[in-house]
RNA sequence: GGCCCCAUCGUCUAGUGGACUAGGACACGAGGUUUUCAGCCUUGUAACCUGGGUUCGAAUCCCAGUGGGGUCACCA
């Protein structure tokens, strides 16, 4: 395989909605590809009829494409192997699936699912967990399976699984992984609709579409000894197999939960988080760099990524508190003018871009994702409900010297502002924190807010009187 | 339960026989930045699952136990 340009892919099957795994799934194998200038090949499964979602596929495209992917082959625009939908590949299964059966590595099952159910049902009585078919149709002469199927009896097709010989394939990651043939069951590879099943499409797809390198999800170790198997059959040569640790909640629950926030990976987006800090985060989750560096764009790592680093690990938590922290460090590292633009579909309505830029300073660092927005900067535009009962003592004090400075103030500008009410605090004694506090929650109804004087400067001063004003039950 | 995989701070991890008094990051605690909150800076708490080997020497190699996970469909 030596000397093979890398090709890597990602196959989603449309029964729902894109998890935020998935695209770390897609990140190490396009990553990969990127890295070596090979290509990333997407592929639709879509062969489970009963699970098939409605616009599903559309829906995952367009998510991968919001993280910042892309593909060398697939849908919307083609490839040397098209068709990248496996429901539209059935004649290319129907024709591998022959092939196998005139080998005598497949055959045809009439089994119906009641007898399926009931053979299991006996397997358990008999106290065998793990239940294998019986191969009750291999014992079919080839005249009663042509007389079968002349009669148009539904049926399946089987791959028919050696006796006693140990099937072993290299991990780049897991190292040798053995198990005797023994243990695996007599596949379905055709099913009774005519769809193959994942594990004979996969093989044939990966094959045909000269996929060098499948990255997965560790749950598929325990198939993976059934895809080798049709390798063999087939006499094809083997793929590089590398299984990634998968994502658990952290807590109480293994996998991803609602309970705990977004699972899926626009939900991400839709919350306020940056694609370039998901896919930081993400990276992280099973491979660490040689460095301590831990802030990666993706040309970073793309160029730092490698399988061999990929941890041999089992398991990884999924830290929604480091998620939340990333995306922090990325919103302050937004210049305001990405900030204005990124920020703008959460911000409160009669907030414009200018006005973001404006206030972009004030807030980056307040925020850890971009749905806190609104409820931080509400008070520009709407003006707040205060309730007087969090007020300090001295609150109406405290106001009205507020409020004969800022009458005063004619520069507007900052550095007098604040001159001069440090100068009055000093004047009257007052206490500085419990001022600020007082005419914070009189211009803004909260107690954590955007720094006060720089946000009296953009309300202006009639609003700032006028809020004032209202507190001190002052009609004009 | 069979089979397979895994095992360092709460979490993500560094560590590939001596440089480990086990390092970093998040989270958490303390202090500072003399107006909130956030941010930023300083600082603290905190881990090699257990038991046997191998070796002069083990977090690192081997074995067993324990624990965790995955998987056993006409789903992927």
Known sequence: MAGKKVRTRMAPSPTGEYHIGHIRTLLYNWAFAKKIKGDFILRIEDTDRERYVEGATERILEVIKSYGFDWDEGPEIGGPYEPYFQSKRLEIYQKYSQELIDKGAAYHCFCSEDRLAKMREEQKTRGIVSTKYDRFCLKLTKDEVVKNLENKLPYVIRMKV?????????????DKISVSSNEIDDQVLIKSDGFPTYHFAVVVDDHL????????????IPSTPKHVLLYQSFGWELPYFAHIPNLK????????????GAVGAKEFLDEGYLP??????LMFLGWSPDTEKEIYTLEEFVKDFSIEKIHKTDLVSFDRKKLLWMNGQYIQKLTDENFAEVSLKFAPEGIDKKFLIKIASLVKSRLKTLSELKDLIEFFVKKPKVDKKILGESWEKHLRSAKSIIEKEDSWSLEDLNDNLMKEIEEKGFKTGKFFMDLRIAITGKKETPPINDSIIILGKDEVIERLNSVLSIKP
Do not use: C, Q
């Open 276 to 281: 370039a800090a998901v896919l930081n985060y």
């Open 249 to 260: 909640e952290m807590g109480a629950e293994k996998k991803l939960s609602k309970r705990y």
């Open 209 to 220: 579409m000269k996929i060098t390198h499948i990255m997965r999800g560790n749950d598929w």
């Open 162 to 174: 050696p006796d006693n010989k140990v099937v072993s394939f290299n991990d780049i990651i897991s």
